[in-house]
């Protein structure tokens, strides 16, 4: 069967979460969205995995639904784990989201990490001072079936190839165990095209997930599969890199997400790669080191150009979030009473966010939202958008109907001496 999963989500454990992101919640926002298997997120987390025990039931093998509940969304038990420590002589913070086959697999690997000293009751994504590696070790020992994937393999500061404390390979963070990453996760401020340009890029593959904070936010990135619907399915799907298995991932379009271009947030200063080389990757402003990038990070180690496609790649399908285009074809904030409302009608007649993105006919949702609304959506799907990249942790700025206003850069108005 066809399915899409998000496996990459926060509880309310989590810092900087939402205090309403339950199950129950996040099964009513995976219906919205037209999300069919979400992960639990936070599954280190003592009280939380209590309550997946206490409100979920057994599904289809190695997944899980709402007890009681006239509801068909399945869970898969996921979580997240910062790695910070030391190695050749360098800090590396690595974070790692684990899949687990089951409830009673999570039970295990947490008690094998209270067992070595790790705290896991301060926040649902634990800090541990452990090497990535490590991790991994005790991972495959607790069960072998698990999948161990590096994060939003870019992202500067928490980056498995990350340019503040990443490494430039697999191999070179996992040595001898590389061969059991199967997967790395792309976050939304790269995609598969970038990954698939660096030497570690044809050997695993790329998954896209939402790393959300609230119910709203899932399925900003997910995977589509038309695989067995369980956790051996989803496993070796990915496992055999199977594009009939495994078809496409939904990703953001990488230059909205938060560290696109290189730049320096308190300065107000974003730059492409080619004009923070002119400056040595050093604030001009205020002669600091910037935050390099991925864009900028990619080319550093890549060894493919632009445009390389490997051998059984997944292919991929950009998008936009529907309350963006809703609330910049009304000319209104996205939270306001009268984008909410459209969004809503939409969900309503025709189903999940995703089928309105995706799959429905753009004459019959102008019949719905009127004709700009369609054009807006027929836009997006053609790829005819403009972005303005995010930098330094600011999200990048995307118009579907026109020019963004560009950011004020202190280089460009003169303002630099």
């Not at 923070?276 to 080319?299: D, F, Q, W």
């Amino acid at each position: 069967m066809q399915f899409i999963a998000d496996f990459h989500i926060h509880s309310k454990y989590s810092r900087a979460t939402s205090p309403k992101t339950d199950l129950p919640n996040l099964a009513k926002w995976a219906k919205i969205k037209g999300i069919d298997l979400l992960g639990t997120g936070d599954c280190t987390h003592n009280e939380w995995l209590c309550q997946i025990r206490d409100i979920l039931e057994p599904a289809e093998s190695g997944l899980y639904k709402l007890k009681s509940k006239d509801n068909d969304v399945r869970f898969i038990i996921t979580g997240e784990i910062s790695c910070i420590y030391k190695k050749k002589d360098k800090v590396r913070k690595v974070h790692i989201l684990i899949i687990m086959p089951s409830i009673e697999a999570a039970e295990r690997l947490n008690e094998k990490l209270l067992a070595i000293g790790g705290n896991l009751k301060s926040d649902g994504r634990p800090i541990l001072g452990l090497d990535a590696k490590e991790l991994l070790k005790i991972c495959l020992a607790t069960d072998d079936r698990c999948l161990f994937v590096p994060a939003h393999c870019f992202t500067p500061w928490f980056g498995v190839f990350g340019s503040k404390s990443g490494f430039d390979s697999l191999e070179e963070c996992f040595e001898e165990l590389t061969p059991h990453i199967l997967a790395v996760e792309s976050g939304l401020s790269a995609d598969p095209p970038m990954i698939w340009r660096i030497p570690d890029g044809k050997n695993v593959a790329v998954v896209s997930n939402s790393d959300a904070h609230s119910g709203e936010k899932i399925g900003r990135e997910a995977n589509v599969f038309e695989a067995d619907f369980s956790y051996e399915g989803i496993y070796d799907a990915i496992k055999t890199k199977d594009n009939k298995k495994f078809l496409y991932t939904i990703e953001f379009y990488p230059e909205e997400g938060k560290y696109h271009f290189d730049g320096h947030r308190s300065c107000k200063l974003s730059l492409s790669p080619e004009e923070s080389y002119e400056y040595g990757e050093i604030c001009p402003i205020c002669n600091k080191k910037m935050t390099v990038g991925v864009l900028n990070r990619v080319a550093k180690i890549a060894n493919n150009p632009e445009g390389y496609i490997p051998k059984n790649a997944i292919p991929f399908k950009r998008l936009v979030p529907l309350k963006e285009i809703i609330a910049e074809s009304l000319g209104c904030g996205e939270t306001t009473k009268k984008a909410i409302t459209e969004y809503e009608k939409l969900i309503k007649s025709f189903g999940s966010e995703f089928n309105v993105l995706l799959n429905i006919i753009i004459s019959d949702l102008a019949k719905v939202s009127g004709e700009k609304l369609a054009d807006g959506i027929k836009r997006m799907r053609e790829g005819r958008i403009n972005i303005i990249p995010g930098y330094d942790g600011e999200y990048g700025i995307v118009s579907v109907f026109s020019e963004p206003k560009p950011r004020i850069n202190p280089i460009r108005q003169g303002k630099l001496m």
